[in-house]
């Protein structure tokens, strides 16, 4: 029989990428990974790496042990949720990774709710796009993961994991004072008065990126981006300064008036939780999203919800494409 805690190790490696980064992340010398995985090696009876320049990729027999392992630890995570629906009280560590205006405008509301209705629930909240976030639900550095999906841009999402809707943030064209505007307010003739206007947008490689650039592009030119930051609340500054023009969710909106010019875009983004599948049932993860629910509605019924519609439930199927 082959020993799960090897097994495990071979899987960090698959999802992790190199022998040091499993080492960091499970406190071990990279050198003790390395024995481990050796003598799984030895069980099995094959090579179950192979060099590839400095670093090592998985054989296709690896590959096939780390789909066994995934179905193994899904099933011992059901367990944990069996059990600890069992309990009279919710206890243990809920780890949360959420992107910027998703952390400011729903988490600590969220929060509230949680602490009232489960005290003994200890929740671990980290700042982190969904990007690098999804990758470490895989990893199992997180519990359950608040993500975002812009119009026209899905992204995959791997069987293992489990997504449910959260609301649809409507998406606005930020204008800066010193744009010049057609008469129409609508959002396509304004877009198109600002080819030679300084943009702020979000990093190379994100989706928002991606989606603000190809709307650029759609509207007949490329956008000239002078500020990249991730910091949505930094990006209404610069427009509020006359820096720049951006796109907006409704989500960066705080109770006080918008000092800048907005233009409704069509197509809303998607907000979303994220758990892996074996996950799906445990107390806390319930819990969670119920709270998250109850902060979105309490936020789109009030002044400062700027259009922002809970979503129904949809849970797509495993292996849909998503973010």
């Known amino acids: 029989m082959f020993d799960l805690h090897r097994l495990r190790l071979l899987r960090e490696l698959k999802h992790r990428g190199t022998l040091a980064a499993v080492a960091a992340a499970l406190s071990y010398a990279p050198s003790s990974v390395s024995q481990q995985l050796s003598q799984l090696e030895t069980e099995v009876g094959v090579p179950l790496l192979e060099p590839v320049g400095r670093r090592v990729r998985l054989t296709a027999q690896a590959e096939i042990l780390v789909a066994h392992t995934e179905a193994l630890l899904e099933r011992m995570e059901r367990a944990e949720a069996d059990i600890a629906a069992s309990l009279t009280d919710l206890s243990g560590t809920l780890r949360i990774a959420s992107f910027q205006t998703a952390a400011l405008a729903l988490v600590p509301a969220a929060l509230d709710l949680l602490r009232e209705r489960h005290p003994h629930l200890r929740v671990h909240v980290t700042h982190r796009e969904p990007e690098k976030a999804l990758p470490a639900l895989l990893a199992r550095d997180f519990d359950l993961v608040l993500a975002e999906e812009y119009p026209g841009n899905p992204g995959l999402r791997p069987a293992e994991l489990h997504q449910e809707d959260l609301l649809d943030d409507p998406l606005y064209l930020a204008l800066p004072k010193s744009a010049r505007m057609p008469d129409t307010d609508g959002p396509a003739a304004a877009l198109r008065a600002l080819p030679d206007v300084p943009w702020v947008m979000e990093p190379e490689g994100t989706a928002a990126r991606h989606w603000a650039v190809t709307l650029c592009r759609d509207a007949g030119f490329e956008p000239d981006v002078r500020f ?7 990006h209404e500054r610069l427009v509020e300064q006359d820096h720049a023009a951006a796109f907006l969710p409704g989500l960066v909106r705080t109770d006080r008036p918008p000092r800048v010019s907005l233009r409704r875009l069509p197509h809303p983004r998607r907000v979303f ?11 806390a993860v319930l819990a969670c999203r119920d709270a998250l629910r109850h902060a979105v509605t309490s936020r789109s019924g009030s002044a400062d919800a700027a259009g922002a519609r809970p979503a129904a439930c949809r849970p797509g199927p495993p292996g849909q494409s998503s973010s």
Not at 228 to 234: A, G, I, M, Q, R
Not at 273 to 283: A, D
Request: net charge positive.
């Open 228 to 234: 990249e930051t991730t910091d949505l609340l930094l």
């Open 273 to 283: 939780t994220v758990v892996r599948q074996g996950r799906t049932r445990h107390p």
